[in-house]
């Protein structure tokens, strides 16, 4: 009796498994477009796919590989980063906001007037080069030696040619083809390693952030030279005429993102958090 009925449940799989396999094969995808692919059908919205292979839509798409990340895209990430602090965030960003309209622009004018471009780009090279230790140790935690060894070559070509570091010798090796830099810090590699953003933040003074970001702020700055300098308001105060330098240098870029959006606050939001994916997939 358990023979007879073991047989007849195994005749009805089956069957059912035939009659599912015909059903769908008009809607399979073409082979050639890539091999081993399942046979799916959609019925009621309701996607099928049989075998352990790739799964595709009614167009013969793939939408998803078994094993495979999904890569997330620019908008997926400034959606998927969750602000539960907005009213703090908005609040330091007034703050900031004003710190700008009312301190750091009319500085920075200022200084722009009294000091030509040409000096104010020296100063943003050294700076830069002097930044090397960052760049060079995210790229490293990131095994991205051949992006560190370029950042190592233009580090003691313009240390050594550029007078430690004021001209971009590496950048500017016309009619040759200039040595590019990589913009790494320690936050984007904890992303590159799968870290996500966490939560929106805004610091006052430094500006909008994440919750990975912050960490890795503080690994950045044990890894910054000038924050050795002593005694201690040294080092703020060359952090200081950086930003200031730094400032006289894009006067315009926050007054346009701010003039051109509706809510300021989440238009610098969303340039932050598309800016930081940018430079973690470059």
């Known amino acids: 009796m358990r023979g007879w009925f073991a047989s007849l449940l195994a005749a009805v799989a089956l069957t059912v498994l035939c009659g599912g396999v015909a059903l769908a094969a008009d809607a399979a995808?073409?082979?050639s477009a890539a091999e081993n692919a399942p046979t799916v059908k959609s019925i009621g919205g309701v996607l099928l796919a049989?075998?352990?292979?790739?799964?595709w839509d009614e167009n013969g798409q793939v939408i998803k590989r078994p094993g495979v990340a999904q890569k997330m895209s620019v908008a997926d990430t400034v959606?998927?980063?969750?602000?539960?602090?907005?009213?703090?965030?908005?609040?330091?960003?007034?703050f900031n906001d004003k710190l700008y309209f009312w301190a750091l622009k009319p500085v920075a004018q200022g200084y722009s007037t009294v000091i030509p471009e040409r000096p104010r780009l020296w100063v943003h090279n050294f700076f830069h080069n002097l930044m090397y230790p960052v760049r060079f140790t995210s790229l490293i935690l990131q095994a991205k030696f051949g992006a560190a060894a370029v950042e190592t070559s233009r580090f003691i070509g313009n240390?050594?040619?550029?007078l430690g570091g004021l001209g971009?010798?590496?950048?500017?090796?016309?009619?040759?083809?200039?040595?590019?830099?990589?913009?790494?810090?320690?936050?984007l590699t904890f992303g590159y390693w799968g870290a996500g953003n966490g939560f929106y933040l805004?610091?006052?003074?430094?500006?909008?952030?994440?919750?990975?970001?912050?960490?890795g702020y503080v690994g950045d700055y044990f890894l910054t030279p000038t924050s050795y300098i002593n005694p201690w308001y040294w080092s703020i105060a060359a952090d200081g005429y950086d930003k200031i330098n730094g400032v006289s240098l894009?006067?315009?870029?926050?007054?346009t993102l701010k003039d051109a959006?509706?809510?300021?606050?989440?238009?610098?939001?969303?340039?932050?958090?598309r800016m930081r994916f940018k430079k973690m997939n470059d």
């Open 29 to 31: 995808p073409d082979k």
């Open 50 to 55: 049989y075998g352990d292979e790739d799964i």
């Open 79 to 94: 959606a998927e980063t969750p602000d539960p602090l907005e009213g703090w965030n908005r609040m330091w960003f007034g």
């Open 159 to 162: 240390t050594a040619f550029g």
């Open 168 to 187: 971009d010798v590496t950048g500017d090796l016309k009619p040759y083809k200039p040595i590019p830099s990589t913009e790494q810090d320690l936050g």
């Open 202 to 215: 805004v610091w006052p003074v430094l500006g909008p952030s994440t919750g990975r970001d912050t960490v």
């Open 250 to 255: 894009r006067i315009g870029d926050y007054e």
């Open 261 to 273: 959006s509706v809510d300021p606050y989440e238009a610098v939001r969303d340039a932050y958090l």
